[in-house]
């Protein structure tokens, strides 16, 4: 086809996929931290206190006492590959890319902080991409997760005069494929353990209880996650929420305290895992694998192991090209 001279150039068009997870600090330092969590915390999504009242405590006291005590807590997670979020999050990318081949473009982004979503949707569409399909990694919908990574893509897209077409993934906290990825990553972890686990606790990521009678289907999908998990597994899966945050009522059962009950009814040998988590993070590897395990040792557990979220592994990789290649269809063959 001849265009005139002065025609904007067209790439060649091309079928995107963009993974998005939550987000983490640049650095382990206090000041990336306090960017990080005024960004993530002035979410209203996020904290769904009135503006006028939530910035004047967020800004006063959090921002002030908050991003130090974090950094501490980053700075033992941290990695030569920086944040552990952030590069299982690439090593998936890059995992998925290879599974599904040429024929899509597997990009990744972050709703708080780098790489944010509008640079990556940019990108792809510099790249070609008029279809994209936007891919929240969280198997269990969240208002606070899910919804606004969602928006974030369509406030970018909303700047775009010639916008993509958008699909994005569902929540997949029941699919087949990602019990069994579950079931096969948990198996795999616990068969090189040198003890034997009396239960497992399956730890997902607090919300505000208000949510769950605001209609947020997070603690339901959580709670279906587990009854599968139970039907997968051989041994007991006790379940709870971690993470809290503010003064407001959080769902319950919290995990410290179920670690601790847990004792008391005798559990010595425990495994823990967070299911609801797609890669490691602050939340899993310093908050579990560290924190949780003290408490569960001081409180009398004998022995502790905390299980990998899927990350990269083989298992993770086999369920996104199952479950992308599905909502891929129509759009490649
Ligand atoms: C009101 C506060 C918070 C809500 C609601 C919330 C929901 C929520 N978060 C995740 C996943 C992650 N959260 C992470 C860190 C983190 N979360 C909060 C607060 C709320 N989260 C804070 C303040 C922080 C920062 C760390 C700290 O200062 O304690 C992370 C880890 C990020 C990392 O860099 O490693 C993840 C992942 C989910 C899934 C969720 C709701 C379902
Ligand atoms: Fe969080
Ligand atoms: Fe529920």
Redesign the pocket.
């Known amino acids: 086809m001849i265009r005139p001279p002065d025609h904007p150039a067209i790439p060649a068009p091309r079928v995107g996929v963009l993974l998005i ?5 640049d650095g382990p330092d206090p000041a990336s ?1 306090k960017r ?2 005024a960004e ?2 002035s979410d209203p999504r ?2 769904e206190i009135p503006k006028l009242v939530w910035q004047p405590i967020l800004r006063g006291v959090i921002l002030t006492t ?1 991003p130090k ?2 950094a501490h ?2 700075s033992q997670v941290w990695t030569e590959r920086g ?3 952030a590069f299982h999050t690439r090593d998936t990318a890059f995992g998925v890319q290879q599974a599904l081949g040429d024929k899509v473009l597997v990009d990744w982004a972050m709703r708080y902080g780098n790489p944010s979503i509008p640079s990556r949707l940019a990108a792809m569409k510099q790249a070609g991409c008029d279809r994209i399909l936007l891919a929240p990694l ?1 198997p ?1 919908y ?1 208002a ?2 899910t919804a606004t990574a969602n928006d974030a893509a369509f406030a970018a897209l909303k700047a775009m005069r010639w916008q993509p077409a958008v699909r994005t993934l569902p929540p997949y906290h029941d699919d087949p494929a990602y019990i069994a990825a579950l079931k096969g990553s948990i198996e795999a972890h616990l068969s090189a353990l040198n003890f034997a686990p009396d239960a497992l606790l399956a730890s ?5 209880e208000r949510t769950l009678h605001l209609g947020d289907p ?1 603690h339901c999908q959580s709670v279906k996650t587990v009854r599968l998990l139970r039907e997968a597994l051989p041994l007991p899966v006790h379940m709870s929420f971690q ?1 809290r ?2 003064r407001a009522k959080w769902l319950e059962p919290e995990t410290e305290s179920t670690l601790a009950q847990m004792v008391e009814k005798g559990v010595r040998n425990v495994a823990v895992v967070t299911p ?2 797609a ?1 490691d ?3 899993t590897l310093e908050e579990i694998a560290l924190r949780a395990k003290e408490v569960f040792l001081a409180k009398g557990g004998e022995k502790f192991a905390y299980l990998p979220c899927l990350n990269a592994s083989g298992e993770a990789i086999t369920l996104y090209q199952r479950l992308l290649s599905r909502e891929l269809s129509g759009w490649i063959d």
Do not use: D, I, W
């Open positions: 997870n939550l987000g983490t600090p931290v990080y969590l993530f915390l996020v904290v908050r005590k974090s807590a980053y944040s552990p979020l969280y269990q969240s606070a997760t997902f990521h607090g919300m505000p997070y993470s945050f503010g609801g988590f890669a993070c602050l939340e």
